[in-house]
């Protein structure tokens, strides 16, 4: 089943950079740094609060806090994913100003997006889009910019810029603040990946979903058994909204009890749309690959299951059609026969 996955071509959707930083890299970014002596990722079978959690960004935010190291990261969080038979990748980031070192928000961009055009340049076999993401915890006006930034950047890069992303600490602030926000970037024609209910959140989680958002992140606390509602599952069902699911993500975070109540097996039943993801495949010592070898053994999927659960996610990927045409040839080499 291993050597299954890891050939398996994959899409990954849901992606932090900064999260998605790899040991090997963060060795580089350390030896430019004098005193760091930090444990930057979870050891597999570890468990941790989600402020724990949190708590690793802010650490990998003070190596990644210049134009060089931006790049750095997300030129090996490419690499890394096309190693691991990833053939379309969506990655998402916060853009962040950094005064001391002189990076501003337009310059962390413009640093991401070198980075995935110099892997174009070498021919990779992965396809490279880009969400930016507005942190809850930096409030409505940040968001805003962040908007008006990725519709800048789409000018520029209308093929790289795809979406907005809403993450961040989810007991921090009212996601519902960020409704206007979200219909201007719809407006403008970026598509929305909002995390939502990763941890529950009556108050806020029926407006969002209403908007309706191109995609969910995580929504662990959607269903009734999880502390949702049946109304916030007949909505998504209603509006057939895809689900990021992110397995050994929610199981290290604790917001699920553990991995045979994960909320896949409920959406899953119900022929959803799910997309197996990693989310920070570095802080939380996975990768794609294990990630669909977990979901096989706990949900007792086949191997057609898998092929299916993937190819499948091209589906809901935020580009165009005839991208998506192509790169499905892709599965159909990889394993004749699977229908
Ligand atoms: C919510 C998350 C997250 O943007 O600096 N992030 N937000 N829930 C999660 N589940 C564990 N994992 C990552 O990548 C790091 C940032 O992504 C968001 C957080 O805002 C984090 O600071 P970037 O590239």
Not at 154 to 161: G, N
Not at 257 to 266: A, E, G, S, V
Not at 279 to 301: I, M, N, P
Request: aromatic share 8%; net charge negative.
């Amino acid at each position: 089943m291993e050597e299954f996955c890891k050939m398996l071509p994959k899409v990954e959707l849901h992606a932090h950079i900064n999260g998605s930083v790899s040991e090997s890299t963060i060795e580089k970014l350390v030896a430019t740094k004098q005193k760091l002596d930090h444990q930057f990722s979870f050891k597999k079978g570890s468990t941790a609060t989600l402020k724990e959690c949190f708590e690793k960004f802010r650490l990998i935010h003070q190596l990644t806090d210049n134009v060089d190291a931006v790049y750095q990261v997300t030129y090996d969080v490419i690499q890394e994913f096309c190693d691991d038979n990833v053939r379309y990748l969506e990655l998402r980031s916060t853009p962040r100003e950094v005064t001391e070192t002189g990076m501003t928000k337009e310059l962390y961009v413009d640093a991401v997006l070198r980075a995935i055009r110099d892997c174009e340049a070498e021919n990779l076999d992965i396809e490279v889009k880009l969400l930016l993401a507005i942190d809850r915890r930096n409030g409505v006006q940040v968001g805003q910019d962040t908007v008006k930034l990725a519709q800048k950047f789409r000018e520029s890069h209308p093929d790289l810029v795809v979406g907005i992303d809403l993450s961040g600490d989810p007991s921090v602030g009212d996601g519902r603040d960020f409704i206007p926000v979200f219909k201007e970037a719809k407006d403008f024609g970026l598509k929305l990946a909002l995390h939502l209910c990763e941890v529950p959140a009556l108050q806020e989680t029926m407006d969002l979903l209403c908007l309706p958002p191109d995609r969910i992140g995580h929504g662990t606390c959607l269903h009734p058994e999880a502390g949702g509602t049946q109304e916030f599952v007949d909505t998504v069902l209603t509006h057939k909204t895809p689900l990021e699911l992110c397995l050994t993500s929610n199981l290290i975070g604790q917001t699920v009890p553990d991995l045979d109540n994960h909320q896949f097996k409920f959406w899953y039943e119900k022929q959803h749309p799910c997309i197996i993801c990693t989310d920070d495949k570095g802080v939380f010592s996975t990768s794609l690959t294990e990630e669909y070898q977990l979901a096989a053994v706990t949900f007792d999927l086949s191997p057609n299951d898998l092929w299916r659960l993937s190819l499948d996610s091209m589906n809901y990927a935020f580009c165009e059609e005839h991208l998506k045409e192509k790169l499905r040839e892709k599965w159909k080499a990889a394993k004749p026969g699977m229908e």
